[in-house]
């Protein structure tokens, strides 16, 4: 696995790519800086989605699921699949006027990935968090300091399940571990 300082700073550096390349990234980013200030969008600790039974779930704003398949290298949700290629970032947030749509953008495309329901209070946010798919074949996850927080929950290989929280800087927690317990038959 990358550094974790090697990580955040190519993540950086593909954000501004990526910036330059949409304008509703760059507009929402622009937005969420100016709410929350310049060192608001960070890139929080990494945490690898490869090699895990499908699905690991993925919430963003504690309301809007996504489904990462690492059998099949695809981020789902209700309006589409993306295919997660080897060497790339995918940033996921909303657009600036919000629209109601989760987005990704990537070197690709900007795709409408899926639906949020924009009357409850925790949405995700316009810089919400991003999806590195490193030479190596990692796929990690980071929140990017959304002011929503990120939940994964799934199971790797091991198998261990486990629940990583990236909570908003209200809430300490930030990750749950549960050890597998499996239940033999009752005599």
Known sequence: MQQPGNVESSVL???TELRRKYQ??????GTYIAQYGDSAVNV???FKISETIDPVIIILGRTTPLFYRDSKRTLS???GTISIERGHLYVLGRREPPDSK???????AETEIEQYDSRVRII???IHAAISAQQTDEVLFSDLGSSSGSILAGESVKPEPFITL????????RRVTIPPKYSRGVK
């Open 13 to 15: 550096a593909d954000l």
């Open 24 to 29: 509703s990234l760059d507009e929402a980013f």
């Open 44 to 46: 929080n600790e990494p």
């Open 77 to 79: 949700g209700s309006l």
């Open 102 to 108: 989760l987005i990704v953008w990537s070197s690709e």
């Open 124 to 126: 995700p946010s316009r």
């Open 166 to 173: 990236y909570s908003s800087p209200k809430v300490g927690i």
